[in-house]
């Protein structure tokens, strides 16, 4: 089974940048997609960043042109920068995996099966 552990998340004034990690363990699938949620106190989670084992990526227009994800195959590694931070991007980061398809959007948190426990991000005005 494999399991997603994110890290980096943090508190940052607004225009500031965090780059999240998502290392995942056991996770040995030539066909993969790895996807960023994030989710806000009364808010449903909103998908808003992924990639899979092409390299294809996919942004919410929340994010394009602000945050990046990349990923280091050879770590099990995705990460996520985020960059020109505002109070809005204030949520409860996941990262989440799935063994097949391909990334398109937009990401819907019900096709992935595999979740990490979620990092804070806060962002202050």
């Known amino acids: 089974q494999v399991q997603l552990v994110e890290s980096g998340g943090g508190s940052v004034q607004a225009g500031g940048s965090l780059r999240l990690s998502c290392a995942l363990s056991?996770?040995?699938?030539?066909?993969?997609?790895v996807g960023w949620f994030r989710q806000a106190p009364g808010k449903e989670r909103e998908g808003i960043a992924g990639i899979d084992s092409d390299g294809r990526t996919y942004y919410a227009d929340s994010v394009k042109g602000r945050f990046t994800i990349s990923q280091d195959n050879a770590k099990n590694t995705v990460f996520l920068q985020m960059n020109s931070l505002q109070p809005e991007d204030t949520a409860m980061y996941y990262c989440?995996?799935?063994?097949?398809?391909?990334?398109?959007?937009?990401?819907?948190?019900?096709?992935?099966?595999?979740w990490g426990q979620g990092t804070q991000v806060t962002v202050s005005s």
């Open positions: 056991a996770y040995s699938y030539r066909t993969y997609c």
């Open positions: 989440a995996a799935r063994s097949w398809g391909t990334i398109v959007g937009p990401l819907i948190p019900g096709l992935f099966g595999a």
